[in-house]
């Protein structure tokens, strides 16, 4: 199992915004995603739409068919903070997204 993990060291000073402390909460809830379904605007709330490939066994021959898993919803701002973090920890990854967008990489 490969894991990396990214956070702000407690030993970097806060952001000039002083943000209020983070508290853990280790019941929050967990969405696994394979995909991103799309993309919404909906008055300045950014809202991306999570799914799955879930194969329907049910059926013969069995299909795989994409389920809807969990939306996320973000202030503008909030959404621009997760792409820059989101890019550099790619980058630092060696996943890096400005990469892949040079060699044709498009989201469908």
Do not use: Y
Request: aromatic content about 4%; proline content about 8%.
């Amino acid at each position: 199992m490969r894991v990396a993990i990214k956070g702000v060291p407690a030993s970097e000073p806060m952001p000039s915004s002083n943000l209020p402390a983070l508290i853990d909460n280790p019941f929050a809830p967990e969405v696994f995603a394979t995909g991103l379904a799309g993309f919404a605007n909906l008055n300045g709330v950014i809202v991306l739409t999570l799914e799955s490939a879930r194969c329907d066994h049910a059926r013969q021959p069995p299909s795989v068919e994409r389920v809807v898993v969990g939306r996320i919803a973000l202030t503008s701002g909030a959404a621009q903070d997760l792409v820059a973090g989101l890019n550099q920890f790619l980058e630092q990854q060696g996943l890096s997204p400005s990469k892949a967008m040079a060699s044709g990489a498009t989201f469908q």
